[in-house]
């Protein structure tokens, strides 16, 4: 089955510097990637969903200038946490969707990373 | 090492029918159960958890979902289907307790027919 390889699984950073995450479609195109962070008791929080070759859509109150996304390719996304600091600690989980971004088309998730900054 | 699989990757039920979605997890310890939702065009919706306490659980939007250890699973359902509930539906389990990272299952596609 189709599979979305997220990297790295874990990282610690010190505040101040950048982090970035990778997500990549292993074995089929995904045209729209979401990201989320998880935050207390579980919930997740869309921060942004992009499609290949344009810019991302960030949702409302998400800062684009401090988690950069780059969709470059159809198998590729990246999220860059830029100038973290503790409260950027969390779980951030990518997912992928193959297909027209619809529906219909499957989804499936990265096994998340966990940044700590210190 | 914490699993999750959900049974049958499409459902399709009449509205009114009940719904009933399968999920059977892995865990070697005890495990944090969660069901996600998500309409289209939308994110990730938390519909309900389970984190030891009542093993019956009642979430959003009429659904629940009961945890039965002996049968390592978390099935979800709603006694009378909506249109309104045709959507992707995800079962997690989480790693490292209630505060871990979340294993997502494939996902289950809820059709409902008029």
């Known amino acids: 089955g189709a599979v979305v390889s997220q990297h790295p699984s874990w990282v610690i950073c010190k505040s101040g510097t950048s982090v970035k995450i990778e997500c990549r479609s292993l074995?089929?195109?995904?045209?729209?990637m979401f990201w989320y962070r998880q935050f207390p008791k579980q919930s997740l929080m869309l921060m942004a969903t992009?499609?290949?070759?344009?810019?991302?859509?960030?949702e409302q109150g998400v800062e684009k200038d401090k988690f950069l996304i780059n969709h470059a390719s159809l198998t590729l996304s990246t999220l860059t946490v830029t100038s973290a600091h503790p409260e950027d600690s969390s779980f951030y989980i990518c997912?992928?969707?193959?297909?027209?971004?619809?529906?219909?088309?499957?989804?499936?998730f990265g096994n998340g990373t966990r940044l700590t900054v210190t | 090492a914490q699993s999750v699989t959900q049974l049958g990757s499409h459902v399709s039920v009449s509205e009114g029918a009940l719904v009933l979605l399968r999920c059977n997890y892995s865990s070697s310890v005890p495990p944090y159960l969660f069901w996600y939702v998500q309409y289209p065009n939308q994110g990730l919706q938390l519909l309900l958890k389970?984190?030891?306490?009542?093993?019956l659980v009642k979430g959003i939007n009429g659904f629940e979902a009961e945890f039965k250890k002996s049968e390592t699973s978390f099935h979800l359902t709603k006694p009378s289907a909506h249109m309104s509930d045709a959507a992707e539906y995800f079962c997690a389990v989480s790693v490292g307790g209630s505060q871990g990272n979340l294993i997502f299952g494939k996902g289950t596609k809820l059709s409902v027919k008029p």
């Open positions: 074995d089929f195109q995904a045209t729209t």
């Open positions: 992009s499609n290949e070759g344009s810019k991302a859509t960030y």
């Open positions: 389970y984190t030891s306490a009542a093993t």
């Open positions: 997912s992928a969707r193959s297909g027209s971004p619809t529906f219909n088309s499957p989804l499936h």
